[in-house]
């Protein structure tokens, strides 16, 4: 059983009897307090989808839950659903929109490495890969002979998604996005 230190964003733990998937983390450290850090989750029950959140000191014994991880490709949205393929099998995996509402913004129809979280054989969750590559639809023009310093702009991406980019990319031009620090990471290698 791993402790509160130990849980990242998208693990899933059984807290309550109850199946939790963990959306968020902040960790803080209390002034004049000896002792570690505590933590502040926000989490989904998979299965009534109510968010809560909880606080743990970092030392707290939590017990990840049972879950299976699925490769799968997204397909297409049908209504408030997105709806993912396995990747193996074919079976379709249907997740709503609100649930993975952050993950949205980084996927399109070639995004590799999705994986479909699965407990108690019901989809609750999406883990993206660490990079993704998307579009640029709309950046200001790029600078003529802007050099590669840490001056950056605002892009928009195909998926909607607004990160800041250097000052030499252009609308248009594929770049590759580090998913977990929502950040530019280079130009992207294919396209």
């Known amino acids: 059983m791993p402790k509160a230190s130990e849980i990242k964003k998208n693990n899933t733990i059984v807290f309550n009897g109850k199946t939790c998937i963990v959306r968020d983390i902040d960790r803080s450290v209390p002034q004049g307090r000896a002792g570690g850090s505590i933590y502040r989750m926000r989490m989904y029950d998979v299965v009534s989808g109510a968010k809560f959140d909880e606080t743990f000191k970092d030392s707290d014994m939590l017990e990840m839950a049972d879950l299976v991880r699925r490769p799968a490709m997204f397909s297409y949205i049908d209504g408030d659903e997105y709806v993912f393929l396995d990747k193996e099998d074919y079976t379709p995996y249907h997740l709503n929109k609100e649930s993975i509402a952050d993950e949205v913004l980084f996927i399109n129809e070639d995004?590799?490495?999705?994986?479909?979280?699965?407990?108690?054989?019901?989809?609750?969750?999406?883990?993206?890969?660490?990079?993704?590559?998307?579009?640029?639809?709309?950046?200001?023009?790029?600078?003529?002979?802007?050099?590669?310093?840490?001056?950056?702009?605002?892009?928009?991406?195909?998926t909607g998604l607004v990160v800041q980019v250097p000052e030499y990319i252009s609308t248009g031009e594929w770049v590759k996005i580090n998913t977990e620090e929502r950040k530019f990471q280079s130009r992207a290698d294919k396209h």
């Open 111 to 158: 995004t590799d490495g999705l994986l479909v979280v699965i407990v108690s054989d019901v989809p609750v969750a999406l883990d993206l890969p660490m990079s993704v590559e998307l579009e640029v639809t709309e950046t200001d023009p790029s600078i003529k002979g802007a050099s590669a310093t840490s001056r950056t702009k605002p892009a928009t991406l195909s």
